[in-house]
């Protein structure tokens, strides 16, 4: 795995199995070299005790439990919660790796930045779509100018709809936008060494009855003069052979490049199930992912991805939302004003 | 009676709609014009026909119908000579290079009593009438988010015209204009509109745009003269009970390689069909000027279609959102 030869491992434990990414979370931290699972936390006992069970690790009846035995803890909770956890683990000098999005509002990715700062911990943030070699080759691209400049990009990042939590804007802060702008907008943030500055979107709730959106578009102006578009939705019928995906159309003077991050899959067609299912085959991002934050807690540096490259990618989120109630775009400086 | 057709332009639209007019029964083409007038002559050399000018084809006696095929800002001046001496127009897309053209391209035929068709061949590709028969028979259920792609090699690389968006309208009323016609006819019309859109030295073009309707859907297009492989066309449209995908780059049955690599003619993603969307349309337009019928696009319908390209670039210089009302 990730990070073979290095000297001592990094005591990291796992908060919460609320979210969907908990599991290849739990996976990650058991097999990474450089890190020593410490165990689950959940508010929810009886689905942290199976989880302990399931990936072999130790529960802690109590947060205090595992932020003792932890340097680090990953945070899989729902969204609304990234905030007080972070607060409780940042308060006994435990650095925090979060879940996407940062935090539901901006106030609170806000104060979870303060936090961690006060505390001298680390706050990193779970984009992985920053570790896939596509991606890494593309910014590598850009940066040595053979694209020419960045004139534009679309994003997508459609999913199918997550169910639980996901659709409950208490705990999620809304619901595909919430879920789906993060990946995109940090990728092209960190792609075109760049910053948004207006949203304009146009949202829906059309497909499962929700109270909150299932479908969005962005279409967004960079500082530097770039636009971009992101296509949040929740839009792949449970029918379809994977999830979602994330590509990026970019286009530059000189050359257009297209990234599909998980295109490399096997079709199984499983007559078991009725259906064709994409089976990956790709690197696995959340691994490197954790990897890359574990290494830099470990040497000593600034985590690849902090708590104000979170809350960037949660602004053009908000942004979204109030765009999508003016019926204008929105300046992201309306939002820190 | 045969129905005698001339052809105004030898570019790719102006072969195109030749081509596709010879091999139509009780069709003939008699006359092809193009600037400069040596242009026409290897079209109307292997279409049988004569070199003539615009102004001749627009005002020959043995002339039932001219197929407007100049570039975009000349539609008018040729489509309303045609009116005038009580030809049938057939007019490549867009309509006209204004509103205002082609308002009065509408006016002149009707006044004339003579059809004015305008060339959505989309509207004839047989991959967007299958998803239009989902959408109308309740398939996909109600549509809730649909994003249409078309992109090409800059255009304007071969044919300078196009870099004069004085003259072509661009990238919005070249490719996306297809896509703008094709929402209005899968799904009305929409309520607001917002784009963004770029232009680059060499001829390179890009534009997003986002169509709202008033309750459901949401509609992204992107317009693209940077696909430097060549040309291409894709949709995904989801309504509340399924999805469809198409690819056009997955969607030939025909694969031809050469030693050339990939330096190939434009429009080879075509897919094999036995009759092209071009010769479908022309073979329906002339069935139905025979039976006294209106077009399937007439110019009102092209009028509207052009309003919406129009909107999507006053949305892209502007940045702001266009509340959208259609022309009568």
Not at chain 1, 137 to 160: D, S
Not at chain 1, 255 to 273: M, S
Not at chain 2, 131 to 150: F, M, Q
Request: glycine share 10%.
């Amino acid at each position: 795995m990730e990070g073979a030869g290095v000297s001592r491992r990094l005591r990291v434990g796992l908060l919460s199995f609320a979210h969907v990414h908990a599991t290849a979370l739990a996976s990650t931290l058991r097999q990474l070299e450089q890190v020593e699972f410490t165990g689950i936390h959940d508010e929810d006992p009886a689905r942290g005790t199976a989880a302990a069970k399931e990936h072999g690790s130790r529960w802690h009846e109590t947060l205090d439990g595992l932020l003792e035995a932890s340097e680090a803890v990953v945070i899989a909770s729902t969204n609304v919660d990234h905030r007080r956890y972070t607060e409780a683990a940042s308060a006994k000098g435990v650095h925090v790796l979060s879940e996407k999005p940062l935090a539901t509002t901006v106030a609170d990715g806000r104060a979870m930045i303060d936090a961690c700062r006060r505390a001298g911990v680390q706050l990193g943030v779970a984009f992985p779509v920053r570790s896939s070699p596509a991606v890494i080759a593309l910014k590598e691209a850009i940066a040595g100018g053979g694209l020419g400049r960045i004139r534009a990009v679309r994003a997508t990042n459609p999913g199918q709809y997550p169910g639980a939590w996901f659709g409950d804007k208490r705990l999620a802060g809304g619901g595909a936008v919430m879920d789906h702008t993060v990946h995109a907008a940090d990728a092209i943030r960190w792609l075109m060494s760049d910053e948004f500055a207006r949203v304009q979107a146009e949202l829906g709730a059309f497909i499962y009855g929700l109270d909150v959106e299932d479908c969005g578009i962005l279409s967004c102006d960079l500082a530097g003069g770039a636009f971009a578009s992101i296509d949040c939705s929740w839009s792949r019928p449970q029918t379809c052979p994977t999830w979602g995906g994330v590509t990026l159309h970019v286009v530059g003077d000189k050359g257009t490049v297209d990234v599909d991050v998980f295109r490399q899959a096997l079709t199984h067609y499983d007559d078991t199930t009725g259906r064709a299912r994409l089976v990956g085959w790709g690197d696995d991002l959340t691994a490197r992912m954790v990897a890359d934050f574990a290494d830099a807690i470990l040497a000593g540096r600034d985590v690849p991805i902090d708590g104000e490259d979170g809350l960037r990618a949660l602004e053009v989120a908000i942004a979204a939302y109030r765009s999508s109630e003016a019926k204008q775009p929105v300046a992201i400086t309306a939002l820190q004003a | 009676m045969a129905l005698r057709v001339g052809i105004l332009g030898a570019g790719f639209a102006g072969a195109m709609h030749a081509r596709s007019a010879l091999g139509l029964e009780d069709v003939r083409v008699m006359a092809v014009a193009a600037l400069p007038l040596d242009q026409a002559a290897a079209l109307a050399k292997e279409c049988g026909a004569r070199v003539a000018t615009a102004e001749q084809i627009c005002t020959a006696d043995d002339i039932d119908l001219v197929v407007v095929a100049t570039p975009t800002h000349l539609h008018a001046e040729y489509a309303t000579a045609a009116a005038r001496a009580g030809k049938h127009v057939f007019c490549e897309k867009p309509i006209a290079r204004t509103r205002e053209q082609a308002e009065e391209m509408v006016r002149a035929c009707d006044a004339a009593g003579v059809t004015l068709a305008v060339g959505h061949v989309v509207r004839y590709f047989p991959e967007y009438r299958r998803a239009k028969r989902l959408l109308d028979d309740g398939t996909l259920g109600r549509p809730a988010i649909a994003t249409l792609v078309r992109g090409n090699f800059s255009v304007g690389s071969a044919r300078e015209w196009y870099l004069d968006a004085a003259k072509s309208g661009g990238v919005v009323l070249d490719l996306m204009l297809h896509d703008l016609d094709t929402v209005r006819w899968w799904f009305g019309e929409p309520s607001r509109v917002y784009a963004r859109r770029f232009t680059g030295s060499g001829g390179l073009e890009y534009a997003l745009a986002t169509i709202r309707y008033d309750d459901r859907p949401i509609v992204q297009i992107e317009s693209s003269w940077a696909e430097h492989s060549g040309f291409r066309t894709g949709f995904e449209l989801r309504g509340d009970r399924g999805m469809l995908v198409h690819d056009s780059r997955d969607a030939s049955p025909l694969t031809v390689q050469s030693p050339a690599g990939r330096e190939g003619p434009a429009m080879m993603a075509t897919p094999a069909l036995s009759e092209s969307p071009y010769r479908s349309q022309l073979r329906d337009l002339f069935a139905r000027i025979r039976r006294g019928e209106r077009p399937l696009v007439d110019g009102h319908e092209g009028l509207r279609s052009l309003a919406l390209g129009l909107a999507v670039i006053e949305s892209a210089d502007s940045g702001t959102v266009i509340e959208w009302k259609a022309p009568a």
